[in-house]
């Protein structure tokens, strides 16, 4: 597949097994996996702890070999680069492993809302056609009912147990060498919510994955001494691309939380250095009794978003923890777009900050699915943004 624009040529979305190799059609030499390179440029070393859950830490080398796993049984359920794998699970850290593995493998991560129905779930997997699904073990009936013969459906528990763990276990120890994929092929699909008709399958390539993730590990100023507490849905932007890419991205660690409860958040609170949360995360926190200046004096950056922090929550988390919220907007289609400064305390600066070096996702563009809409990117259709840094000094944030 020759990408429009870019200096690659790689494997497209044909469909024999193995690997493929991209190759610099400048230079004729062979490419690696763009993003999960990209990424691990910045890991900290095998030993160094990627993910506190409980009592067990998990490395950055368990990581790596986990999700080698993961990509080695992809392939041998007949995963080929650009294939989707649909996944329609509870958060887990194994659903972490599966997303990477996904990424190595050279396929097309598409995460499902865990509360979709099966009527819901058979417009999603009619539109992006996956090669397979990984759903909970109690719905894997119904969903191979809907969808053509010769596609893997595959399970995973809320413990991450199931069939596709299984088949991460059986390869888990051989050899796996990552899809060569290049910045302009897809790495992810994500589900609009639908607002203004129905929801259409946002492609986000490499490079859009990528670059979101080195932007904001800088404008946020994260490396490898910071923990964030990682309690968003991994289903989303936020908590799959943002929390977790840029954790990667920095070579950081994160405490895990399969989901949001406040006397546990507010009980790792010590351990942490950042947080990343929604406006409810807040409410609930500045009406904690135990939150209070001396319990997040440590900690360095607390980020909002994905819906409207209000104005009252900022002014009262600020009078309890003597900290600021720095808050954020982006789009399923493009990632984070804008963000407030970091060091914004007592700043009435307005920020554009329209994440530099950041490729935007491109829209959808027109219809028959996002199968479709996936060829016609591979024929070099569709435009991408590049995102500029820019300042307004001097016009108040609010």
Same mark, same amino acid.
């Given at each position: 597949m020759f990408c429009a624009g870019s200096r690659f040529l790689g494997a497209g979305s044909g469909h024999a097994p193995g690997n493929r190799v991209a190759t610099d059609k400048d230079t004729g030499e062979a490419m690696g996996n763009w993003l999960f390179d990209g990424l691990r440029a910045g890991f900290a070393g095998d030993d160094a702890v990627f993910i506190h859950h409980g009592d067990a830490r998990i490395t950055y080398g368990d990581m790596l070999a986990r999700s080698a796993a993961h990509a080695a049984a992809l392939v041998a359920l007949g995963v080929a680069p650009g294939d989707r794998v649909a996944v329609h699970v509870e958060k887990s850290v194994e659903n972490l492993m599966l997303y990477l593995g996904t990424v190595r493998a050279g396929a097309v991560y598409l995460p499902l809302n865990v509360a979709y129905t099966i009527a819901e779930l058979d417009y999603f997997l009619g539109?992006?056609?996956? $090669?397979?699904?990984?759903?909970?073990?109690?719905?894997?009936?119904?969903?191979?009912?809907?969808?053509?013969?010769?596609?893997?459906? /595959?399970?995973?528990?809320?413990?991450?147990?199931?069939?596709?763990?299984?088949?991460?276990?059986?390869?888990?120890?051989?050899?796996?060498?990552?899809?060569?994929?290049?910045?302009?092929?897809?790495?992810?699909?994500?589900?609009?919510?639908?607002? /203004?008709g129905r929801s259409k399958g946002a492609m986000l390539t490499h490079d859009n994955l990528l670059s979101n993730a080195l932007a904001l590990k800088d404008l946020w100023r994260f490396d490898a001494t910071d923990v964030l507490i990682h309690a968003l849905p991994v289903f989303h932007t936020h908590g799959l691309f943002v929390a977790t890419d840029v954790?990667?991205?920095?070579?950081?660690?994160?405490?895990?939380?399969?989901?949001?409860?406040?006397?546990?958040?507010?009980?790792?609170?010590?351990?942490?250095?950042?947080?990343?949360?929604?406006? /409810?995360?807040?409410?609930?926190?500045?009406?904690?009794? $135990?939150?209070?200046?001396?319990?997040?004096?440590?900690?360095?950056?607390?980020?909002?978003?994905?819906?409207?922090?209000?104005?009252?929550?900022?002014?009262?988390?600020?009078?309890?923890?003597? $900290?600021?919220?720095?808050?954020?907007?982006?789009? /399923?289609?493009?990632?984070?777009?804008?963000?407030?400064?970091?060091?914004?305390?007592?700043?009435?600066?307005?920020?554009?900050?329209?994440?530099?070096?950041?490729?935007?996702?491109?829209?959808?563009?027109?219809?028959?699915?996002?199968?479709?809409?996936?060829?016609?990117?591979?024929?070099?259709?569709?435009?991408?943004?590049?995102?500029?840094?820019?300042?307004?000094?001097? $016009?108040?944030?609010?």
């Open positions: 539109d992006a056609e996956p $090669k397979v699904i990984v759903c909970q073990p109690e719905e894997a009936d119904a969903i191979a009912a809907l969808v053509p013969p010769g596609t893997a459906v /595959t399970t995973m528990d809320a413990a991450g147990r199931g069939s596709m763990a299984e088949a991460a276990d059986a390869a888990t120890g051989a050899a796996f060498a990552d899809v060569v994929r290049g910045p302009a092929d897809l790495a992810a699909i994500l589900y609009t919510s639908g607002t /203004t954790v990667l991205a920095a070579g950081a660690a994160m405490i895990f939380h399969e989901r949001f409860d406040v006397e546990r958040l507010v009980a790792d609170l010590p351990r942490a250095t950042s947080l990343m949360g929604v406006p /409810t995360f807040y409410s609930r926190l500045v009406a904690h009794p $135990k939150v209070d200046a001396a319990l997040v004096d440590h900690m360095r950056l607390f980020v909002s978003g994905s819906a409207p922090l209000s104005a009252e929550t900022h002014r009262e988390f600020r009078a309890r923890t003597d $900290k600021e919220i720095l808050e954020r907007y982006g789009m /399923t289609e493009t990632g984070m777009i804008t963000s407030n400064p970091y060091d914004a305390r007592g700043c009435r600066a307005r920020w554009a900050l329209r994440c530099r070096g950041s490729r935007c996702g491109s829209r959808s563009g027109r219809g028959g699915g996002a199968a479709a809409r996936q060829r016609r990117r591979s024929r070099g259709e569709g435009a991408e943004c590049l995102c500029r840094l820019l300042a307004q000094p001097g $016009k108040d944030s609010r």
